[in-house]
DNA sequence: GCTAGGATTGGAACCGGTTCCAGATAATGA
DNA sequence: TCATTATCTGGAACCGGTTCCAATCCTAGC
């Protein structure tokens, strides 16, 4: 492999000046620059990278940290990342969490060692003596669907769209309305906990009782929605109307339904949460929280703050949008 | 940012010693080695793996190039990867493919740049040319589900996978057999022509009759997949039995079924390939081809070539097996 | 004709590790 | 007791870039 020193030698120059050609920096006479390009050519030479991160102090890599693609909104937002990290000079190394205790010594090293130049966290709410290290290390560090306020982050209103899709329900008409999520204390992110908070919000907002019948919380996955939506259907006085945490669950309650010869959306208004690309397949109603936006609007903090660096977090907030499809409908007697 | 001079001042000892205990390599006296860890802990000192990649050669990364999370088969097989290295000390820098002039840049350049020592390819088959560089490069690469005669590669065999698939039809007493699938024809993977020969070729053992009629492919997903079931559902002699290309496709053909008011398996076999997890919630027969295996085992004879430099290639093939679920049943005149 | 100042250029130091090699010390054997 | 060897240890070179700084050359200005 031709280092530049012998590029240097070829073209009969310094190798500060073939530096300079590679970065083109500085002035370089045309002849000089064209010799060198020549020489460069001959010898089929490419910088080494390491070399130059070394000497720079800069990675051009972006480390991201995510619970791994266990469900489809983590694969959706890191596409979004992908995406955007695309449009830039940064590669992406992927770091995989499948434990608390991973996620803890990622957060812990990562920052540390000189191996990327900035951090995306996807999904993983730190702890304020995590975040505190986050904030005061070199390392730039953007949360993506998480939040703290000592961090930069890309935001989701859970509250607000469980809010959301229960007052859609409640428009339509409906009253006796179930909410099936994920367990609510988990180690990871509680956005179903949020959420079912936005749904307790908006039926006291319009005066309707809360049934703790008609919650249910479980292991996740669309096998274990679709049992806990046979449970409420099958309750003396069942739901007209389902809110599922997210469009995986969702779908899992339109298989219960469908089992069961319950008509959606006749009989019963299905909702979903997230707006992954299944919920397009299956024609759900959801709420769309941009999930590929956040990674692209990630990447953008991500970058702005590292070429700028300006130390200041900054909180963005992504905008929630009801998708109205076929599995809701007015409530009828 | 210590370095290994500020601990090897502290220490009172020299950088060569520092460096020692760091690697736990030749002897050094056990209070020396003390001397040295108290003064890392001290200084809370962690070496700089840029440096150290400089000075060793190794970057300790692995490359991965794929075409980018477009399909639940890719993202398996990636979570296969994931596994796999989180077991090594090698970190994984993604390369996503959305182009074949993106890819050819990856494949011309990755191996050039001392970024990463080793590179894995999933589902993106090489030309010659490339393939040529890719072997002669000091960086050995593992294509993962895809040939080359020149490179290591972990197979799946897709001819005998569709043979496999349309012969548990025929075992079934099915002789009308559809077969759906992407285009035959593919700037990329050229799987679906691969089990699409399988098809033909099973028929032809069986000395049934190929009709073009029952033949069908367009573009992937599942939506399209519905709607070129339909229209075979709709022939004036339908098949009574559909293999479809892959999972996401079968599961489409379901959703045609349904909407006709065609019972499956009762009226109408089908079977997908692949063995995605979407194949386990919709209980549908199909081919596995151990997605999450495949790359695994990539990874696993990467990391061996690594170690071990043999320069030849290897061909490993992976198993197929029929998973028989609930949507083929033996077929009822 | 002489000098100030801009344009080019090259050498050397530096980034922060690893490792070769030689020197120092301790232990072994005769 | 002395030579020999094994065990430890440190300095310096090296990996391959970038960049500071000083040197050189050239041209314009007086």
Same mark, same amino acid.
């Given at each position: 492999?031709?280092?530049?020193?012998?590029?240097? @030698?070829?073209?009969?120059?310094?190798?500060?000046?073939?530096?300079?050609?590679? +970065?083109?920096?500085?002035?370089?006479?045309?002849?000089?620059?064209?010799?060198?390009?020549?020489?460069?050519?001959?010898?089929?030479?490419?910088?080494?990278?390491?070399?130059?991160?070394?000497?720079?102090?800069?990675?051009?890599?972006?480390?991201?940290?995510?619970?791994?693609?266990t469900m489809?909104?983590?694969? $959706?937002?890191?596409?979004?990342?992908?995406?955007?990290?695309?449009?830039?000079?940064?590669?992406?190394?992927?770091?995989?969490?499948?434990?608390?205790? $991973?996620?803890?010594?990622?957060?812990?090293?990562?920052?540390?060692?000189?191996?990327?130049?900035?951090?995306?966290?996807?999904?993983?709410?730190?702890?304020?003596?995590?975040? $505190?290290?986050?904030?005061?290390?070199?390392?730039?560090?953007?949360?993506?669907?998480?939040?703290?306020?000592?961090?930069?982050?890309?935001?989701?209103?859970?509250? @607000?769209?469980?809010?959301?899709?229960?007052?859609?329900?409640?428009?339509?008409?409906?009253?006796?309305?179930?909410?099936l999520s994920d367990l609510l204390e988990t180690?990871f992110?509680?956005?179903a906990?949020?959420?079912?908070?936005?749904?307790?919000?908006?039926?006291?907002?319009?005066?309707?009782?809360?049934?703790?019948?008609?919650?249910i919380s479980g292991e996740r996955g669309r096998e274990n929605a679709a049992k806990m939506?046979?449970?409420?259907?099958?309750?003396? +006085?069942?739901?007209?109307?389902?809110?599922?945490g997210n469009?995986i669950q969702?779908?899992g309650?339109?298989?219960?339904?469908?089992?069961?010869?319950? @008509?959606?959306?006749?009989?019963?208004?299905?909702?979903?949460?997230?707006?992954?690309?299944?919920?397009?397949?299956?024609?759900?109603?959801?709420?769309?929280?941009?999930?590929?936006?956040?990674?692209?609007?990630?990447?953008?903090?991500?970058?702005?703050?590292? $070429?700028?660096?300006?130390?200041?977090?900054?909180?963005?907030?992504?905008?929630?949008?009801?998708?109205?499809?076929?599995?809701?409908?007015?409530?009828?007697?």
């Amino acid at each position: 492999m031709p280092t530049i020193r012998d590029v240097a @030698k070829r073209a009969s120059v310094g190798i500060a000046t073939v530096s300079r050609v590679l +970065n083109n920096s500085t002035s370089v006479s045309k002849e000089t620059r064209q010799a060198v390009l020549a020489a460069i050519e001959e010898l089929d030479f490419t910088p080494n990278p390491i070399a130059r991160q070394l000497s720079t102090g800069r990675t051009l890599t972006v480390g991201v940290i995510l619970p791994f693609l266990t469900m489809p909104s983590y694969v $959706e937002r890191l596409r979004g990342v992908q995406h955007a990290l695309a449009e830039t000079e940064y590669h992406m190394v992927l770091f995989s969490v499948g434990s608390p205790s $991973e996620r803890d010594a990622y957060f812990k090293d990562l920052p540390r060692n000189n191996l990327v130049d900035g951090i995306l966290i996807i999904s993983l709410p730190p702890n304020d003596a995590q975040a $505190e290290r986050l904030a005061l290390a070199e390392i730039p560090t953007v949360l993506i669907d998480a939040y703290h306020s000592r961090l930069s982050c890309i935001l989701t209103d859970d509250v @607000k769209g469980g809010m959301l899709a229960t007052q859609h329900l409640i428009d339509l008409g409906h009253r006796k309305i179930g909410f099936l999520s994920d367990l609510l204390e988990t180690p990871f992110h509680p956005s179903a906990r949020f959420r079912y908070q936005g749904y307790r919000k908006a039926l006291e907002d319009s005066g309707i009782p809360f049934d703790p019948a008609y919650h249910i919380s479980g292991e996740r996955g669309r096998e274990n929605a679709a049992k806990m939506a046979r449970h409420l259907l099958a309750l003396d +006085n069942p739901p007209t109307a389902i809110f599922a945490g997210n469009d995986i669950q969702a779908i899992g309650v339109l298989d219960a339904a469908k089992e069961a010869g319950v @008509k959606v959306p006749d009989e019963l208004s299905v909702i979903g949460f997230d707006g992954v690309r299944d919920s397009e397949y299956t024609h759900l109603t959801t709420i769309d929280q941009h999930l590929f936006q956040s990674g692209v609007r990630g990447v953008q903090m991500l970058i702005e703050t590292l $070429e700028s660096n300006s130390p200041s977090p900054q909180h963005q907030r992504l905008p929630l949008d009801l998708i109205r499809r076929v599995t809701t409908q007015v409530f009828q007697e």
